[in-house]
């Protein structure tokens, strides 16, 4: 089976993956520092959890944008597992699609292997969201090319540079206010719409604007961790997939097989 790694800012998320089937999935916390050596006493632990021994790993493929965190990773693979890691972007392991770009040098890896999932599960012109540190909006055509996109920060970073740079705030959790109503009656409840209500204008605003440019049919992908908080209230989305990332990992390994 293939290990697949989505290796992000705030979290590395590991995915046992057979075929089309993610058979499980675990999340950590990002650290650059945290060694191979741990990364392989805590997945032992949770294949076993799991009915998996670690030999059923024949494969690993990584997506960073953690450079610093890659290293200690490829150690994981070839000294538990025996196996070279393979890195998206990186050859063998190609991108398979055209970004189109003045950088493409830069798209992040976790954008460009959302973009290749996304084409393959939804035919036509796609904007993907993708909920987390950041906030990033991907323009995909119908060709299956990235076309390009927006970077906006994470509602958890405009949190936390409220909270930061105001003394008297206090922290509050990020959820789904039971009411439309955007009228805060105590300060928690101000911030909270400010927060949220105020990020899903910003969502729907974006991607008004990103249609019209586009001018034909687009449909709406959201996927990452933070992507079910904002279900009730935005009503833009056709698909909620919190597995792209991974989906697309699993992706670019079939294809290198069929090359090879």
């Known amino acids: 089976m293939l290990l697949a790694i989505d290796a992000g800012n705030t979290n590395i998320v590991f995915a046992l993956v057979d075929g089309d089937a993610i058979k499980a999935r675990w999340r950590i916390a990002t650290d650059p520092r945290r060694t191979a050596d741990e990364y392989a006493v805590w997945l032992h632990q ?15 493929i990584v997506a960073t944008v953690v450079p610093r965190a890659l ?3 490829e150690v994981l693979a070839s000294k538990y597992f025996g196996v070279t890691a393979l890195v998206a972007g990186r050859p063998p392991v190609d991108w398979g699609i055209t970004l189109d770009v003045d950088e493409p040098q830069n798209v992040g890896a976790d954008r460009a292997v959302n973009v290749i999932a996304a084409h393959r599960r939804h035919p036509g012109d796609l904007i993907v969201i993708d909920f987390g540190t950041a906030t990033t909006f991907d323009v995909v055509d119908y060709t299956g090319a990235y076309k390009g996109g927006i970077i906006a920060p994470g509602i958890n970073l405009s949190l936390d540079a409220l909270v930061g740079a105001a003394a008297k705030l206090p922290r509050i959790a990020i959820e789904a206010p039971d009411s439309a109503s955007v009228i805060g009656r105590t300060t928690t409840s101000q911030m909270l719409v400010g927060i ?7 969502i729907e605003g974006l991607v008004g604007r990103m249609k019209a440019e586009v001018g034909r049919p687009v449909k709406i992908i959201a996927t990452g ?5 904002f279900e009730r209230h935005v009503k833009l989305f056709d698909s909620i997939e919190p597995d792209l990332t991974i989906q697309g990992l699993g992706i670019m390994y079939d294809r290198l097989k069929a090359r090879l």
Do not use: K, T, W
């Open 46 to 60: 949770l294949l076993q959890l799991e009915g998996h021994d670690r030999s059923v790993v024949d494969a690993v």
């Open 71 to 73: 290293h200690n990773l």
């Open 196 to 202: 949220y209500f105020g990020y899903v204008s910003m």
């Open 225 to 229: 961790g933070l992507a079910p908080l």
